[in-house]
């Protein structure tokens, strides 16, 4: 459980779509309802929340199901929150915790994708 924006996020691991997920639900107060039940961060079951002196939010993950990058390693992953409140991976993650030469954008089709040293997905630079 954490809050952010004055919002009580009370978050959980749940098998989602066949993936091991961190769930959350949102309320406006610590007693709830909770609602917005929604997949956070996928195949990221067991993680749990922080966040940075800078404000930026993370999620510790495990990868404990077939659906996952990786395979029971530990990491983390930077996410960030919807207009509507819910949490989702953040598009940009920190190089710090990629691999070199991983791209620094998630989705596909940013105009702003590069590595993490400095080339294009594509490996010109």
């Not at 609602?35 to 939010?57: K, S």
Request: hydrophobic letters at 30%; glycine letters at 12%.
């Amino acid at each position: 459980m954490f809050k952010h924006n004055g919002k009580y996020y009370l978050t959980a691991a749940a098998f989602y779509h066949g993936r091991y997920s961190s769930v959350a639900a949102i309320s406006d107060t610590l007693t709830g309802p909770y609602t917005q039940w929604h997949e956070a961060v996928p195949c990221g079951g067991g993680g749990n929340y922080f966040h940075d002196a800078q404000g930026n939010w993370y999620c510790t993950y495990f990868g404990n199901d077939d659906q996952s990058p990786w395979r029971e390693k530990p990491g983390i992953v930077r996410i960030d929150f919807a207009p509507d409140g819910k949490i989702f991976i953040a598009d940009e993650q920190p190089a710090f915790i990629l691999q070199p030469g991983s791209p620094t954008h998630w989705r596909k089709g940013s105009s702003e994708a590069t590595t993490t040293d400095g080339s294009s997905p594509g490996g010109a630079k």
